[in-house]
């Protein structure tokens, strides 16, 4: 059944901003030096005829969303190039309804078509995940505009007064879930959330890993100062899968600091470069008998196995029985979260760039089948850090949120730090959402007035 309510898309329009990083991130197999963030206006009618428009923006994460030999440029284009195709099918998608409708029904009958005209005219393929990211912008802005038109917050809008399909819908008519709608899933908004700070391969941890390269700009450099700067009581540790021996003693090392410097939880991420449990099980079971500390702070273990589960069907109980084992690449949708629960998986890290309405079913799916939750950055600035963070504050996570821009390309921010200051900055460790607006995601974009080329 319809609602008033229901909106279809009446434009979209795009704009690429690039940022460079402050220092280098090293990211499994790729160092990455630069981003493109793409950012979607999107203007929405309701069936009385009224209009409204919503913002939404991600990082085009090369590294993260399509690993390959094919060079940073090419594919960084061809992530551009299909952002475009996408903003104009959207434009032109008849659909009229809620955005997690819109979106549902763009991924299941548009979004797959359109991956594959793409790749037909090319050797390598895009993957899925990638063509995820490039619609999420304007899965996010119909969220927004949508909200705004009801001039009420994005999370008070995914409840039966505005959807007309349930959740039994949207899982494939699965039972358990009738007359279930995301808003049985949430939580209340939290207004401060712990904060994560990523600790990359390449980030120099003490004065004897400086090269005399790192910047002189009134950040912290070494781990200690960011530490004592941002009040941090979480670190995430970027790890190679590939070398054993440096990956436990980075933890070794990185753990000794949080010890020292008063942090009290950590996580390890490998992004999908290990092939056999039995290569983290030995550094979880070194970490435990030599420094038991260590391994104690250590809260949960992020995706060490190649992203695509139905290719690597690897049966991770071995690792998830020593710790809560939390899929990212992986977790597409809700029916690979579904696939790697039957692997032994037992969390999954949320993310906003697999588009809110992936994000929001994944959720309502772990959760219903008792999997813990995170949510886990893409080194999001500008706009693409509040839909990311509000998220976070209604998930109920194993504790708070990633948040890593602030970091890499603090100064892509400004604008928007000004009207935000608790959001851009981490101070005492948590990010601070209290000057959120109350439409919305809140991002206040009139007040921020960023200058669009």
Known sequence: MSKPSDVRVLETELTFIPVATRMPLKFGAQTVTRAVCAR???RVQDRAGRTAEGWGETPLSVAWV??????WEEREKRLCDFTRTLAAEVATFSACGHPMELGDDFQRHRLHTLLAVHNSAWSEPMPHLAALVCHSLLDIAVFDAFATLLRRPVFETLGRDFLS??????????SYFAGQTPADYLQPRQTRLPVWHLVGGLDPLEPSDLTGSEPDDGYPVLLRDWIRADGLDCLKIKLRGTDSEWDYERIVRVGTIAMEEGCHHLTADFNCTVTDPVYVCEILDRLSAEHPEIHRRTLYIEQPFPYDLEANRIDVRSVSSRKPLFLDESAHDW??????????WTGVA????KTLTGALLSLCWARANGMQLMVQDLTNPM???IPHVLLAAH???IMG???NAMQFYPEASAPEARIHPGLYRRRGGVLDLSTLGPTGFGYRVAEIGRRLE
């Open 40 to 42: 979607a206006r999107v």
């Open 66 to 71: 399509w690993p390959s030999s094919l060079t």
């Open 165 to 174: 399909r349930d959740l039994a819908h949207f899982l494939d008519g699965d």
């Open 335 to 344: 029916r690979f979260v579904r696939l790697g629960r039957e692997l032994g």
């Open 350 to 353: 949320l993310k906003t760039c």
């Open 383 to 385: 706009l693409a850090q």
């Open 395 to 397: 998930a109920g996570t």
């Open 401 to 403: 949120v990633e948040s």
